[in-house]
């Protein structure tokens, strides 16, 4: 006889539990940040599951950005983050204005608690006008 769905879900839910306090904190953040890096180098609207996962292309917007735009960007990181990656908190997200015309830089701070220890986690956003992402750890 097979399991039932919902047993198996529950059975997975779990491991996923008991194999968080097995982690120690530098493979959190790995995975925290990777998920991130997947997050945002999906385009919005490709998910057949949920239209609303992926960040939206703002590859148009280096012919010429201005503050609006860089605003809009940050919103749209602010509320992927908030809405997907649950294992962070007090997420804040800040434009760095760097002297490179490649891409547009931005930083997300937060926390995440493990063993009942709250954990910041910085992150530099790279945006490049391939519409590519990339995340570097501070």
């Keep these: 006889m097979q399991e039932r769905l919902l047993k198996k879900i529950s059975r997975w839910e779990r491991a996923l539990d008991t194999s968080i306090e097995i982690l120690d904190v530098n493979e959190l953040t790995d995975s925290i940040r990777d998920d991130l890096e997947k997050l945002y180098n999906t385009r919005k609207g490709t998910v057949l599951t949920d239209s609303d996962f992926g960040l939206q292309d703002f590859g148009q917007l280096f012919n010429g950005y201005a503050e609006p735009e860089i605003e809009n960007i940050q919103k749209s990181l602010l509320m992927l983050t908030k809405n997907y990656e649950k294992r962070l908190s007090s997420v804040s997200i800040q434009y ?4 490179n015309s490649d891409n547009l830089c931005f930083i997300v701070s937060a ?3 493990h063993n009942d220890q709250d954990i910041n986690f910085t992150v530099n956003v790279n945006l ?3 519409g590519s992402v990339t995340l570097d750890m501070m």
Aim: glycine content about 10%; proline content about 0%.
């Design 128 to 130: 490049f006008g391939d």
């Design 96 to 99: 760095n204005e760097t002297k």
């Design 111 to 113: 926390e995440f608690n």
